[in-house]
């Protein structure tokens, strides 16, 4: 039995991971320090095949049993996250991975590092494909995310390169689902509560901006696709329909039923215009595309998640 270990295991995608991994019958060593993971996302997990260390991955971590894979999701993804802890979020891509790196080196485990399509940053090149450097502003705000994750790659290749890791790097692009936090910032989980709670839905600028959304369960199973591969160039697993945010608002408010009305507020800075992954080589490399259209992930979170859960404003 195969055994992965997962930093930040407690968070949205890394406990779906563990779910998923766990189902596929591998044992999972859950990694998580609590900051913006929440314990109710591991809490139904109850079987022998499930550990959870409760430890912040920038300190050394060090596992007294043998481990074949190990998933490096932990860091701060959201917004409200990242601008709120921007050292740590520096740290994790920083010492985060290094450690993590180190771990797999020294048990000869394939890695996994969980990047991101803001390495890509405002990008000029559209749909954005795994050759393009990105566009990103490395002092502006969002360059304490931007930037950890740019690190991070790099890092990856180095211990690929010089240390003989196995290592893979998947290039996330927006995903959702059930265990969002309601009050993250991010678009989804806020568009949902704000329709069921029957408030305004908040639109950044004019909602021309585009985004391409993923349903949490295509992008784990690409993520492990990934994993199994043998590849060791970044890949971009997300899902190619592209919306716009006022299109997305208006989406919610129909599959919701709500009669929010739509507002707008200013732009953030360095808020990315547009963000749709060119997905050619998850497709022949993994023979991998998602299956999951935004309507039907919409209404698979409501139900998931609860309107109460949702209008509570509680973690999840």
């Not at 740590?88 to 993590?100: M, Q």
Request: hydrophobic letters at 40%.
């Amino acid at each position: 039995m195969p055994t992965c270990l997962v930093t930040g295991g407690a968070g949205f995608l890394g406990s779906h991971l563990c779910d998923e991994l766990l189902r596929r019958g591998n044992r999972v060593i859950c990694v998580d320090n609590f900051e913006t993971g929440v314990l109710t996302n591991i809490a139904h997990i109850r079987v022998p095949e499930f550990r959870h260390l409760h430890a912040d991955i920038i300190e050394p971590l060090h596992v007294d049993e043998p481990v074949d894979f190990v998933y490096h999701f932990a860091s701060p993804a959201s917004p409200i996250d990242y601008l709120r802890l921007p050292l740590h979020t520096l740290k994790v891509g920083a010492y985060g991975t290094h450690h993590a790196l180190g771990l797999a080196k020294r048990h000869r485990a394939r890695f996994v590092l969980a990047s991101t399509s803001e390495v890509y940053g405002d990008p000029q090149v559209h749909p954005q494909p795994e050759s393009y450097w990105g566009h990103v502003n490395p002092i502006g705000p969002r360059g304490v995310y931007d930037e950890a994750k740019r690190y991070a790659e790099a890092l990856t290749m180095a211990y690929h390169r010089q240390q003989g890791v196995d290592t893979a790097i998947v290039r996330i692009f927006n995903t959702y689902g059930p265990r969002m936090r309601p009050n993250d910032g991010r678009a989804i989980p806020t568009f949902l509560r704000q329709a069921l709670q029957g408030r305004p839905l908040t639109v950044f600028g004019d909602g021309a901006q585009t985004r391409s959304f993923c349903y949490v369960s295509d992008l784990v199973d690409g993520v492990i696709r990934l994993a199994e591969s043998g590849y060791h160039a970044p890949v971009n697993i997300g899902n190619p329909s592209e919306f716009t945010l006022l299109e997305l608002a208006r989406t919610v408010i129909e599959v919701t039923g709500s009669s929010s009305e739509i507002v707008h507020e200013a732009l953030p800075t360095d808020d990315p215009r547009v963000r749709r992954p060119d997905i050619s080589l998850a497709h022949d490399l993994l023979r991998w595309e998602p299956t999951v259209e935004l309507r039907e992930g919409l209404a698979l979170t409501i139900e998931s998640m609860g309107a109460e859960r949702l209008v509570g404003g509680g973690a999840a």
